[in-house]
């Protein structure tokens, strides 16, 4: 019952708000139209459509914000008038006081604005869902000085989240019990998921750490910049980092005037998501226009700016290599390995046949090859693959949601950058060459160099455990304890094969040249 109060306040915005008017418009039924004019007498609809949708996603709260910001990317399923609208929560969230906002950073803290910062602009340069940004500028123990960006969270946000979280897990616990694909869609480990994302989201020193993760793993690649956080001016309500400058991602035309080349533009931003995925298995999974610029520094010139690190995405080196193994395929329109994957991982029942599900898989994807993002709506193929996976009783995978929004948010930038895109041949050559790496002769060697000091340590001790075993008289030696015995002996096994191939396959080699100069000689 604690929901219902929240599950009201939502259909009275939606109708004061005019929003009844862009679902029941396509429903033949006069009543239902007409409930909702009486319900909401007095509604003022002189606002635009796209004005109205936004105003009241703003006033729901952000979550709605989220949403919205997540639409305004799909500019090929949305009118261009709606679009327009909701790429204005990017950054445009109406402000909190610039009073409050000083008053947050000095409880952080403890001290006073002028003892932190020698310079602090009250009035914020960005405004999103969950906090807002201030420039400022600070002095080191040297007395040189900083430009520096002060981002303040929302005061009262936990309060607010937790009503409409309350809800949306109530509404999953309804589908998985009312629907026949509940169990299927896990609606309550998906909601779990973005629950867990969105907390994280309101702890700002996380964002800190994530960004700092990002600029270390980005350092060698000179794609993308990340700024450096100021750890003495961190905290969970506030954090401080280098201060950005650069042209908006969705200023495309202020980009072409700048001279920058779009169609590279948009190239370097696959190859970032994907790195960010496959080599790090660590991304930014919150990539809307609102979150990136593109630098026009002389020294970065056209290098992408990453900012707003609240959320993150997380794969197992299992993900990664399932993932890569799936895309590889499906560049290569290996449908039946795409579709024996799907089996082995258990996505699909194991009694599924894999020739049935190949040619569902390649009754959706083959159309689209070879054809530019501007004849290709992901949102489409998406739609068809899940109309295919129901068919198949594939299971969601609650942890490959974050991947599947953020793989969205890049489609919705790419097509922006360059209609022309073709995703697939910009990624293909980036995967080849990640699964040589990952399944060849230098993954072996890495694995090697990272386990030589646990095996140096653990095989002298083999022989004494496996005595130590056999000597017990109780027989009260656990099964577990015994299947991991036996497991690290496999493993030690396949480590020696490994060191053995190599050392026959280098003697070979040696005994091979060896032949063909006696041949020369002779």
Known sequence: ???????????????????????????????????????????????????????????????????????????????????????????????????????????????????????????PVASASVAQVHFATLADKQGQSHDVAVKVLRPGMMKVIEKDLRLIHKMARWIERLSADGKRLKPREVVAEFDKYLHDELDLMREAAS?????????????????????????????????????????????????????????????????????????????????????????TFGRYISLDFGIVGTLTEYDKEYLAQNFTAFFRRDYKRVAELHVESGWVPANTRVDELEGAIRSVCEPYFDRPLSQISLGMVLMRLFQTSRRFKVEIQPQLVLLQKTLLNIEGLGRELDPELDLWSTAKPFLERWMTEQIGPKRLWRELKEQAPYYAKTLPDLPRLLHAYLRRSDGAASRAELQALLAEQRRTNRLLQALLYIAAGFILGVAAMQLLLHLRLF
């Open 1 to 123: 019952m604690r929901v219902v109060p929240r599950a009201a306040t939502i259909a009275w915005v939606a109708l004061r708000y005019g929003l009844d008017e862009l679902v029941l418009t396509s429903f033949q039924k006069p009543w239902l139209r007409l409930g909702a004019r009486v319900a909401s007498v007095g509604r003022d609809l002189s606002a635009p459509r796209g004005q109205r949708l936004r105003e009241a996603l703003v006033h729901l709260g952000p979550i709605f914000v989220k949403f919205g910001q997540v639409l305004s990317t799909r500019r090929d399923l949305l009118p261009r008038d709606v679009a327009d609208e909701l790429a204005l929560l990017q950054d445009r969230v109406p402000p909190f006081p610039g009073d409050e906002a000083v008053a947050i950073i000095e409880r952080s803290f403890g001290r006073p604005l002028d003892a932190l910062f020698t310079s602090f602009e009250r009035e």
């Open 211 to 299: 960004g700092a993760q990002l600029r270390r793993n980005m350092r060698g690649l000179d794609l993308v910049l990340i700024p450096e956080m100021y750890w003495d001016l961190c905290h969970t309500d506030v954090i401080v980092m280098e201060r950005m400058s650069g042209i908006p991602i969705g200023r495309v035309d202020r980009l072409r005037e700048a001279g920058v080349d779009m169609r590279q533009l948009a190239r370097d931003g696959v190859t970032i998501f994907f790195t960010q995925v496959f080599r790090d298995g660590f991304f930014h999974a919150d990539m809307h226009p609102g979150n990136i610029m593109v630098s026009v520094d002389p020294e």
